[in-house]
């Protein structure tokens, strides 16, 4: 299923580096702005100190006692300044002495607010009553003896249109820097993602006939190339995996085959001709030790399948090793007197086992099995149980069998590996109870391995977890 364009990480990338980079200019216009802003009205308040002080000097007092102005004296009249200046004087008492053209009726504050202009300029921020925002600077001053109080204000007009302009100069481009930025981030996300196309290509190719296939590793592509191994691994994981399985459902059908055709050709020899009762007895007694082989193997293979699909619930206790050992050798008995066989336990009889009985004892019956099948007539099985550190112990299992090749001893553990086949088929072997032995040990969380003295019978020896004092 193709996946809406708007979902793929191409757009999703080009999206959120366009949407980054339009909040981060915007977050920078509107710091700029503010700090161009605050820098304006700093000027505008140092302009009207300085004015204040140029004004200052320029007012005298008529004949009539009115407060007049020199407008003419100072050497720019047209200068912008001069002409926004709003200008007004008042006596202490607030009488209002002088207000310029510009300022008309407006007033620039109608009470004089308390310490305002001693000690200094002070300046502040004003609503003229028109809705003019200016800046205000006053001081008290003497004139002509007389003490009065003069503010010089200007408006903020002049610096928000510029405030405008300049915010103007850095959003309008925006669009256009983000559309920039859109295209050129499109084109590198699909350049970064372009490996993973090809390697999403590769995969679609991969099926379960085609698992030797792998993706390409380009080192060059850094996170992707690691991606590209950990699915080779993967892949190699399931190639491995499906080989087992292919080679196990072979090895199972071929198993399968040996004793059903020995029970269809022992039938077919038996129909063919006329046989005695005796006769029939035999063919018989045969057909019955074929299918009793069978339903061995398909008991081990159930036993298998229900391991590998992790069904098996244990159910662990703590019993002792002795009492495990004693009950598997009960079930050979007859065999071992069949065969003159010695069956002999030594070592430490205390040693407890912490696992499942079940399993644990399936597993041990095998191996004991497997002592008295490959051991000669008379010969002498001897277990051997040991502790080792605080909290395992050992059972070793040893026979006077002809041992196993030291080629072979990993692999007995393998399903169906045989050192004999044509011997171990001869006994009733199916190939499969040392792994299944193992897989029981193993999932008791112990271990399973051969010490072995070639040509000299072999040594098992399973390590589980154990004490070596009955616990009280
Ligand atoms: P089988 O049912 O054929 O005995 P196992 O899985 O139990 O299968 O054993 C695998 C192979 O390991 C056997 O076919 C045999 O060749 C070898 N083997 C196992 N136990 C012994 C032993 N005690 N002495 C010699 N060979 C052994």
């Known amino acids: 299923m193709i996946s809406p364009r708007w979902r793929h990480i191409r757009t999703k990338l080009t999206l959120w580096h366009m949407l980054m980079l339009g909040v981060i200019l915007l977050i920078y216009s509107a710091s700029a702005s503010a700090l161009l802003l605050r820098h304006l009205r700093t000027q505008l308040v140092r302009h009207a100190i300085q004015d204040l002080e140029t004004v200052e000097g320029l007012f005298y007092f008529t004949s009539t006692g009115r407060l007049g102005f020199h407008e003419d004296y100072h050497n720019h009249p047209e200068s912008r300044e001069v002409l926004e200046r709003l200008l007004e004087v008042r006596s202490p008492d607030g009488e209002v002495l002088f207000r310029n053209t510009l300022l008309g009726n407006r007033s620039l504050g109608d009470q004089i607010l308390p310490q305002e202009g001693s000690g200094g300029y002070s300046p502040r921020e004003k609503i003229l009553a028109?809705?003019?925002?200016?800046?205000?600077?006053?001081?008290?001053?003497?004139?002509?003896?007389?003490?009065?109080?003069?503010?010089?204000?200007?408006?903020?007009?002049?610096?928000?249109?510029?405030?405008?302009?300049?915010?103007m100069v850095l959003i309008i481009p925006l669009p256009f820097v983000l559309a920039i930025a859109g295209v050129a981030g499109s084109f590198l996300a699909k350049r970064a993602l372009q490996p993973m196309q090809q390697m999403a290509r590769r995969a679609e190719e991969i099926t379960g006939d085609r698992?030797?296939?792998?993706?390409?590793?380009?080192?060059?592509?850094?996170?992707?190339?690691?991606?590209?191994?950990?699915?080779?691994?993967?892949?190699?994981?399931?190639?491995?995996?499906?080989?087992?399985?292919?080679?196990?459902?072979?090895?199972?059908?071929?198993?399968?085959?040996?004793?059903?055709?020995?029970?269809?050709?022992?039938?077919?020899?038996?129909?063919?001709?006329?046989?005695?009762?005796?006769?029939?007895?035999?063919?018989?007694?045969?057909?019955?030790?074929?299918?009793?082989?069978?339903?061995?193997?398909?008991?081990?293979?159930?036993?298998?399948?229900?391991?590998?699909?992790?069904?098996?619930v244990l159910q662990p206790s703590t019993f002792p090793a002795i009492h495990l050992v004693r009950d598997c050798a009960s079930l050979f008995e007859v065999l071992l007197e069949e065969r003159g066989q010695h069956f002999v336990v030594q070592g430490d009889e205390t040693l407890q086992v912490y696992g499942d009985w079940l399993l644990l004892r399936q597993a041990l019956l095998n191996v004991i099995h497997n002592a008295i099948k490959y051991s000669p007539n008379g010969g002498e099985?001897?277990?051997?149980?040991?502790?080792?550190?605080?909290?395992?112990?050992?059972?070793?299992?040893?026979?006077?069998?002809?041992?196993?090749?030291?080629?072979?001893?990993?692999?007995?553990?393998?399903?169906?590996?045989?050192?004999?086949?044509?011997?171990?088929?001869?006994?009733?072997?199916?190939?499969?109870?040392?792994?299944?032995?193992?897989?029981?040990?193993?999932?008791?969380?112990?271990?399973?391995?051969?010490?072995?003295?070639?040509?000299?019978?072999?040594?098992?020896?399973?390590?589980?977890?154990?004490?070596?004092?009955?616990?009280?």
């Open 130 to 167: 028109d809705g003019t925002k200016v800046q205000i600077v006053s001081r008290r001053h003497l004139i002509a003896g007389q003490p009065t109080l003069i503010r010089v204000a200007y408006s903020e007009a002049p610096i928000w249109q510029h405030f405008r302009e300049e915010l």
């Open 211 to 312: 698992l030797h296939s792998r993706l390409p590793i380009n080192e060059a592509d850094g996170e992707l190339a690691d991606l590209a191994r950990v699915f080779n691994g993967m892949l190699g994981r399931l190639e491995q995996s499906f080989e087992q399985l292919r080679r196990f459902t072979s090895d199972a059908s071929h198993e399968l085959r040996t004793p059903l055709t020995a029970i269809r050709s022992v039938g077919e020899v038996g129909l063919r001709k006329e046989v005695t009762p005796a006769e029939y007895r035999d063919i018989i007694g045969s057909m019955l030790e074929e299918s009793n082989r069978l339903t061995r193997l398909v008991d081990s293979l159930l036993t298998i399948s229900r391991a590998d699909a992790g069904q098996l």
């Open 381 to 472: 099985i001897v277990v051997t149980l040991g502790h080792l550190g605080l909290d395992r112990i050992s059972i070793s299992i040893e026979d006077s069998g002809p041992g196993i090749p030291l080629q072979d001893q990993e692999k007995v553990f393998d399903r169906f590996y045989r050192v004999d086949g044509a011997r171990s088929r001869e006994t009733g072997g199916t190939g499969l109870g040392l792994s299944i032995t193992k897989w029981a040990v193993e999932s008791n969380g112990g271990s399973i391995s051969t010490v072995n003295v070639e040509g000299a019978g072999c040594i098992f020896r399973i390590e589980l977890p154990g004490q070596a004092k009955a616990i009280s």
